[in-house]
């Protein structure tokens, strides 16, 4: 490539073969990490019998995990917009090891609770948000599908850790399982972390671009911003219901648990499908499209469950869902660094990936106490079809605002 006064320009590292290796180790990286968001579920009836609590006091190290990795997503985007990713990454992949090692040596919930909380909780979200946000300053014409694909990591975990920590729990006690994946975490994870230690591109070159354009909108950075939030507090609330209450729905109806955790695997399994297909899908048409489509899609998915609740029929219908939400969260990611600058990409990133977080957790919450008011899952449907409904709406504005934009651009 020549440059203007016909010296030869080094050729960009966006969507290089540079970007290409840091989407494999990112996609490694959130594999591994993701394990600090299923391991405490898969040992929660093990640690309620060893410290003789109930369940709901049992399920605090669940909730902790959660405010954590909530927080976390937040303050280390904030970090890497500064210092960079693979530092905090460094640091924090050191905390999940560590605090999966210091849960094993918990005498009370509240010990464990804490170490959930601060340690694995933090330690796990530099292996979403911040690392989805770190990994869009590196391609340009393939960033949709490079975000979307580093987001598959947390189904990847979704699907490999807890199938693996029953065996090794099982044989030599929930405590030996933790210090195993502590050691794990540590000893892949920090080898991994010190691969991405390259500046990002816009940092290399100092002009903050980060590839193209930011698009223009017809909002402020800060009106962007909070409706991104409630798009994504609405989504998840929505999406909760039938990723939480799957299984308990499936027991009430009949059919089992196992029928249940065999749904939620087909979600699961679907949702990475259609991670990828939206990652493709962002790339043609833009993130605010393809959320919207993402979005639509769910809304409809949801509706669905509320007439058709044979056996037959909910497999087909959570596969439908599973293809429908998966895309969803990764778009936001893809829009901030459509239409905000991408030094502020981690921190605004971070902010999003947050009111998902809490609309996950609140409508897990939501959907239980509706279904204990009215002994049946048919309200809660309806529920997060009403949640859904706001995302939409929010996602409009966006879309509408966008649009008005394009005017100043031409």
């Known amino acids: 490539m020549l440059s203007a006064n016909g ?15 840091r989407l494999v180790v990112s996609l490694a990286l959130g594999t591994i990490g993701g394990v600090g968001m299923w391991a405490v579920i898969v040992v929660l009836p093990a640690v309620q019998a060893e410290f003789g609590v109930d369940r709901a006091d049992a399920s605090l190290p669940y909730t902790a995990t959660m405010v954590g990795f909530a927080l976390g997503n937040v303050v280390i985007g904030r970090a890497i917009d500064r210092i960079g990713y693979w530092l905090p990454a460094l640091v924090t992949s050191i905390m999940l090891g560590l605090g999966f090692i210091a849960a094993s040596l918990a005498i009370s919930i509240l010990q464990f609770s804490l170490a959930q909380g601060i340690l694995i909780g933090v330690g796990t979200a530099s292996t979403f948000g911040p690392l989805i946000a770190d990994l869009s300053h590196w391609f ?51 080898p991994l972390t010190l691969m991405l230690r390259a500046k990002p591109p816009h940092a290399q070159s100092g002009d903050g671009s980060g590839g193209r354009a930011v698009l223009p909108i017809a909002l402020s950075p800060a009106g962007l911003q909070a409706l991104l939030v409630v798009a994504g507090l609405g989504c998840c609330v929505a999406m909760s219901m039938p990723q939480v209450h799957i299984v308990a729905y ?11 955790a065999d749904m939620l695997s087909i979600m699961m399994a679907a949702g990475i499908v259609s991670r990828i297909a939206s990652g493709f899908l962002a790339d043609r048409i833009g993130g605010i499209r393809t959320l919207l489509t993402g979005s639509l ?21 959570s596969l439908i869902f599973g293809l429908s939400q998966g895309g969803i969260v990764p778009c936001y990611a893809v829009i901030v660094r459509e239409y905000m600058p991408a030094a502020e990409a981690g921190q605004r990133v971070g902010i999003v990936i947050m009111a998902t977080i809490l609309g996950m957790a ?4 939501m959907s239980g106490w509706i279904y204990d008011l009215t002994g049946s899952y048919s309200a809660a449907f309806l529920n997060g079809i009403a949640w859904n409904l706001l995302n939409v709406t929010a996602m409009v504005l966006v879309f509408w605002s966008a649009r008005r934009a394009l005017p100043a651009r031409s």
């Not at 729990?169 to 994946?181: D, E, K, P």
């Not at 409809?300 to 087909?316: E, K, R, T």
Request: net charge neutral; aromatic share 10%; proline share 6%.
């Open 362 to 365: 609140i409508g897990g919450w």
């Open 297 to 317: 899609l769910q809304g409809m998915a949801l509706l669905l469950y509320i007439p058709f609740d044979g056996l037959a029929s909910l497999y087909v219908v």
């Open 140 to 190: 340009d014409k393939r960033r949709g599908l490079a975000v979307s694909a580093a987001a598959t990591g947390s189904y990847l975990a979704g699907a490999l850790w807890p199938a693996l920590i029953p065996g090794i729990a099982g044989a030599h006690g929930w405590r030996t399982a933790y210090v195993v994946i502590g050691v794990v975490c540590i000893v892949a994870m920090v």
């Open 7 to 21: 010296v030869h320009a080094p050729a960009s590292p966006l969507d290089g073969p540079q970007a290409w290796m």
């Open 250 to 260: 499936c027991m009430d109806l009949g059919y089992g648990v196992a029928r249940g």
